[in-house]
């Protein structure tokens, strides 16, 4: 995987460079930012979202059957106590010729993205603190 960087911008905001691509994650005003992009609940759901599309996608070419029109609908909840995504409301829309019986199937394989097992195997977070000073030697 290639190294993700993050650089603060603004106010609440942070621009995202992952290879040659940039990206703002930013909160809501409400929230205190400048809502210049995602905020961070959003970008995580975003990132599930878009592993079980890819799955779904990737189902369809594998047995011969039409990508068209593959969407999702994403809505996190978050709750308190910890401060957390508590659930997270998913709706993928097939192509239209998508088979009836192949419904639990392709719920069975996207449920096994990388993002979603990540979420059911906790992942080690391994955090070190540097001061400007140090991340420039």
Do not use: W
């Not at 709750?79 to 659930?87: E, G, L, M, S």
Request: net charge negative.
């Amino acid at each position: 995987m290639d190294l993700i960087n993050l650089e603060y911008s603004h106010k609440k905001a942070f621009t995202i460079t992952i290879r040659h691509h940039k990206l703002i994650c930013d909160m809501h005003l409400e929230d205190g930012g400048a809502d210049a992009g995602p905020n961070p609940v959003e970008l995580f759901s975003a990132s599930l979202a878009s592993c079980i599309g890819m799955i779904a996608y990737e189902y369809c070419l594998h047995h011969a059957l039409s990508t068209e029109g593959i969407s999702l609908s994403v809505l996190p909840q978050i709750a308190d106590n910890p401060k957390r995504i508590q659930a997270i409301t998913m709706d993928l829309t097939m192509p239209a010729d998508f088979p009836e019986d192949r419904k639990q199937a392709i719920q069975k394989a996207a449920r096994q993205c990388v993002i979603s097992n990540s979420l059911i195997h906790p992942v080690e977070i391994d955090l070190e603190i540097k001061s400007n000073k140090e991340s420039k030697e």
